[in-house]
């Protein structure tokens, strides 16, 4: 059973910094990434990174967000710098294998940035 173990959330204030982390089970996913959600809003992608380092961004994050990985580690980082009201959400750890094609989600971590 596959688990992703999230941290790294919580509350800051606009312009202020956090950096989330991930940490999966099992063997090296292709891609890992992050997504958030707002009550009553679809998840969106916020940042993704292959397992060879190429990476995609939202425009809204770009200049701001950094997402790297330590594949020893099967860890994903998020670093988040100049935050805004506008980027508080759940924030979902995801992880993708191809073959067989698989999924994972983590349970989510708050992040809240006041005005």
């Known amino acids: 059973q596959v688990q992703l173990a999230e941290s790294g959330g919580g509350l800051v204030q606009a312009g202020g910094s956090l950096r989330l982390s991930c940490t999966a089970s099992g063997s090296i996913f292709n891609i890992m990434g992050w997504h958030r959600q707002v009550p009553g809003k679809q998840r969106e992608l916020v940042a993704t990174?292959?397992?060879?380092?190429?990476?995609n961004y939202a425009d809204s994050v770009k200049g701001r967000f950094t997402i790297s990985r330590d594949n020893a580690k099967n860890t994903v980082y998020l670093q988040m710098h100049s935050l805004k009201p506008d980027d508080t959400a759940v924030y979902y750890c995801?992880?993708?294998?191809?073959?067989?094609?698989?999924?994972?989600w983590g349970q989510g971590t708050q992040v809240t940035v006041s005005s």
């Open positions: 995801n992880a993708v294998r191809w073959f067989p094609m698989t999924n994972y």
């Open positions: 990174i292959t397992n060879g380092g190429s990476t």
